[in-house]
């Protein structure tokens, strides 16, 4: 191996730029009146002989006219100061305006004191950086020589001691840097008050060893917080990388030798632009990546950078995409109605798809067309629209329909082949009750059989919602003849919904649908599922991700719904038979914001898993809209039976229409029970010949109320007395959204109760519990599930003559509660093991106001959960733990579980392998002589969540070559010794390393 270092660059001083060095002006003469005093002007940087301005002052003030070189002093001046300004511009070019020290006070003509004649300095040197350092001894030439003089310095840095000598003061130095040299205006003073200024340049000595720089170190390692990286991804970050240096104010920068590499100012190491790796050709990389602290120091470490394994790279040709479409079901007329389609992923070549639109009439500008639309290669999407024309009058709204008539490069879906299931021959049935068990659940269901298409209905969170959708379907089967639907209600009577607890729901309605497949000629290939409220998020959620293979074509409908909080995960992998054949559509009102977003993500991730899909929006309108339109979709699906291609019927509402008024109302009920609070007496129905209005009721008798959802009820505390009233009649008035109404007289008859009003206490007579349940062979059966805590049982009502008593209740079990609301349940964190019960006897007390107590026995048989307690799994690895092999990790669950809903995660020493995520694992070569063990965690059908770790493997050891790398080490400066650090994972022997240092890449002789 011959590897070779990074260069080193040998570090250069930089001047300092320059800086001014400020003029001194002093005054020479003597302070006496008649004598005349001078200006003199000492600057560093020059003295111009012209340029020069002077200001001579009295005390400080200006003396007029006084703007000379030289000034007499005159009679006036005697007993004061006097002093001079100067401004000019140095040879340098800098603006100076200095001023003198003040003289001593003048003196008559009469003095017989001389002034000082002269200064002179022993010493003009001074060295930088020295606190208080003498510059040399000052001497005064007088004629009076027996005068003692003292002296001054105009720069408050400086001083003169009692013997003469000039100095710094105490903390006061000096850099050359900043003033190579000073200069000063020294002042003596004989004592009588004769003062001779003088101007002195000191110079500053440079002392190269100040200021004193603090000794550079080397950096000593350098640290990369993650050395991963993702192949085929350009431009990747790998990690942060850190410098260890004892200069903790030292900044760094980064060389690497590996050109495809850079590292950013903040220290992340990563691939440069349009650069990545692949893991085929390089699993790992040898990295050496050098740092510098800019003052000559630098250290180099090698890394090896792990290259992770994308199973998608490189990307694999996706397939012809899969059409979708959404759009409006209803648009005023004048405005345009809006469509999209939808593509799973962006196409790989533009996408033309032609679009037929065929009108009811021209009476709103819509004309029987066939447009030809294109998706650009790259996009996933296209917007358009239909315009409608506002013709001006009333004429009841039209409709047309928009059909995906045919596609060039995207997938639409087709007609299912036939696919019967060959029942035993079971009679056909109309609307009949049925109960059914499974899964631990009991619920009932009606069916309406009469052909081989199956229409499955499931209803919303209304329990009720179940029955009063019978007559639509009923009347569908006996016009048609050839179909037969299915109306389930939710076995899960306490929460009343299908969505709730959904994995459960749908094992019990997989079970369901087997039998009726056993019973009766039904094809799975033409089915209707339809869904409302819950029920659509249930078949979204539930039913088609975990049971898909129940049906292999169709169509499936979801109004109101579509779970916009989950993510799609396929239990069971649907066939692509099944995605081609199986229409998805889902519908919500524009005003319903949560459905909107519910349904459109729903959809997207339907799309993207290959199904045709469509999702239709109504403006303006709201959840219960959406409900309402459950009739109109229903039948637009039956009448586009199988046609091979995506349809959607808009209307267009005619804005000019005049507002009728409602023609009837219609009460289903007219009976009602005395003594019973806030009792329910039946629904109202309002005739209108505007189909697309919506009622609201008023009602004369301010005991009653009509409810949102239309129902004729007294009021919360409200009852009747059948001795003070045997009939009420009531007027009620309809009103529609226009304002207009209609008002309609009822009679109710009232029911009378001969134990009502009580006149004494009596007894209760019965309890009774209520689970939603059918009666068995006549008789009532009562369950409770194993293994649930807090579990609620059902509705518990006393039956009493008394129907004002109220009643407090008492439980033979104190495992049992019954809430306020009348709700038997386990307290919580209290549930039933069947393995040690399997029923369970609790005896109820009802007690009235008067003490008055009846009692009962219930059996609770407890359903047997064959997931409960859970049953644990394991994982294990199989396969050759050597470089290049690839490991295959084996989950095992007695509770079963889908191979698509397992998370995996590989780990090395402990540590997990970024991208490792698959089911496989192939050993890398950074992998040899580490341990090997995967990680998992899903939820398996028993809906236990689980998580667990496999043995370690050790992987085999490898000899193939790894390179070696030589780094230096040292402070790169004249004097300094450099170090050679080899390093190589493959070992070697320092005795047998040889040596050749280069100096800009030619060897050095002798090193």
Known sequence: EKPTSAELDIGKDTPPPPVNQQGVITIDGNAKAGETLTAKISDADGVPDTGITYQWQRDGQAIDGQSGKTYALTQEDIGHKISVQATYKDNAGHDENISSTPTAEVAGTDSTNHAPTDITLSQNQVIEGKDGAEIGKLTTTDEDANDVHTYTVNDGRFEVTADGTLKLKAGQHLDFAQEPSVNLSVTTNDGHGGTYSKAFTLQVQDDPNYPAQPQ?????????????????????????????????????????????????????????????????????????????????????KTFTVSVQDDPN???????????????????????????????????????????????????????????????????????????????????????????????????????????????????????????????????????????????????????????????????????????????????????????????????????????????????????????????ADFITRYLLPEHNDLFSGGTALMIGGGAADSTLHFGKTPTDGLKQHLQLKWIAGSADGDTVAAAQHAQEQYAQAGFHTQQETIPNGDKMSAVGHIYDAFYDEIDNKNTGSMEITTRVSDIDATNHAPTNITLHQTTIAEGKDGVEIGWLDTVDPDWQDKHSYTVSDERFEVTREGQLKLKAGQHIDYADEQTVTLTITTTDTGGLSFTKAFTLQVKDNPLYPSTENHAPTDIQLDQGLPLINGEQQYYIKEGKDGMSIGMVKTVDPDPQDSHRYALSDERFEIT?????????????????????????????????????????????????????????????????????????????????????????????????????????????????SVHVEYRDNGLHDEAHDSDSLDVAAQSANQPGTVTISGEAKVGSELTATVTDADKFDAANVQYQWLRDGQPIDKA
């Open 216 to 300: 550079n170190h080397a950096p000593t390692d350098i640290t990369l917080s993650q050395n991963q990286v993702m192949e085929g991804k350009d431009g990747a970050e790998i990690g942060k990388l850190t410098t260890t240096d004892e200069d903790a104010n030292d900044v760094h920068t980064y060389t690497v030798n590996d050109g495809r590499f850079e590292v950013t100012a903040d220290g992340t190491l990563k691939l440069k632009a349009g650069q990545h790796l692949d893991f085929a050709q390089e699993p790992s990389v040898n990295l050496s990546v050098t740092t510098d602290d800019g003052h000559g120091g630098t250290f180099s």
């Open 313 to 535: 790279y490189p990307a694999q040709p996706q397939g012809t995409p899969v059409l979708g479409l959404q759009g409006v079901s209803v648009v005023k007329e004048g405005e345009a109605a809006q469509y999209k389609l939808l593509l799973n992923h962006p196409a790989e070549q533009d996408v033309t798809v032609e679009v037929e639109v065929t009108s009811s009439g021209t009476t709103h500008g819509v004309q029987n067309e066939v447009r030809t639309l294109t998706i650009p290669k790259g996009e996933s999407s296209l917007t358009f629209a239909v315009d409608t024309a506002h013709n001006g009058v009333e004429d009841n709204g039209s409709h047309f329909k928009l059909r995906i008539k045919h596609a060039e490069g995207a997938t639409l879906n087709t007609a299912a082949p036939s696919d019967m299931t060959h029942g035993s021959g079971a009679e056909n049935t109309f609307g009949a009750t049925n109960t059914f068990s499974a899964a631990g659940l009991r619920g009932e269901y009606r069916l309406f059989s009469a052909g081989p298409k199956l229409v499955l209905y499931l209803h919303g969170e209304a329990i009720n919602d179940y029955g009063q959708n019978a007559s639509i379907f009923s009347e569908y089967v006996a016009d048609r003849g050839d179909a037969t639907v299915l109306m389930v209600k939710t076995p899960d009577s306490a929460s009343g919904s299908w969505s709730v607890n959904g994995a459960q729901n749908a094992r019990y309605l997989r079970a369901l649908l087997e039998e009726i497949y056993s019973k009766y000629d039904l094809d799975k290939g033409d089915v209707l599922l339809m869904g409302n409220g819950g029920g």
């Open 820 to 932: 306020a609301d009348g709700i038997l349940k386990l307290k919580d964190g209290v549930h039933i093991d069947y393995a040690t019960e399997t029923k369970v006897t609790l005896t109820i007390t009802a007690t009235d106001q008067g003490g008055l107590s009846v009692e009962k026995a219930f059996t609770l048989r407890v359903d047997d959960d064959p997931n409960y307690p859970n049953r644990e799994g394991s994982v294990t690895i199989s396969g050759d733990a050597k470089v290049g092999s690839t490991l295959t990790a084996n989950v095992s669950d007695p509770d079963t579980v889908s191979d698509s809903s397992i998370r995996y995660q590989w780990l090395i020493d402990g540590v997990a392998v970024q991208g490792a995520t698959q089911k496989t694992y192939t050993l890398r070569p950074e992998d040899a002589g580490k341990k090997v």
